[in-house]
């Protein structure tokens, strides 16, 4: 079964870390696009970072050198990293799979929640 698993959300002071991992079964991640994305209450969902199948990396603006994504390749995995969080972080987080010619995929998404 083709599926994406988070983990790694929850609680997080403000300034503070917080790694979120995301599993792949069915299909490999280096093979693919592979993103993150977050909506925040009543708003839209949006991307926050990206990674082509040969490693190239993107970032919207407002998370620009607080957060980064990386894949491990032998556990089917990426990773968001993510430092100096802010409470406008708060948003539950997405992992996507994006598939040339087929159906893309999404997790079930997982919290985030930064507060004082």
């Known amino acids: 079964q083709e599926q994406l698993v988070e983990s790694g959300g929850g609680l997080v002071q403000i300034g503070g870390s917080l790694t979120l991992a995301c599993v792949a079964s069915g299909s490999l991640v280096s093979d693919h696009m592979m993103g993150w994305y977050r909506q925040a209450p009543g708003k839209e969902r949006e991307g926050v970072a990206t990674m082509t199948h040969n490693g190239f990396t993107a970032y919207a603006d407002s998370v620009q050198g607080r957060f980064t994504i990386s894949r491990d390749n032998a556990k089917n995995t990426v990773y968001l990293r993510m430092s100096s969080l802010k409470p406008e972080d708060t948003a539950i987080y997405y992992c996507?799979?994006?598939?040339?010619?087929?159906?893309?995929?999404w997790g079930q998404g997982i919290q985030v929640t930064v507060s004082s």
């Open positions: 996507n799979m994006k598939r040339a010619g087929l159906q893309e995929l």
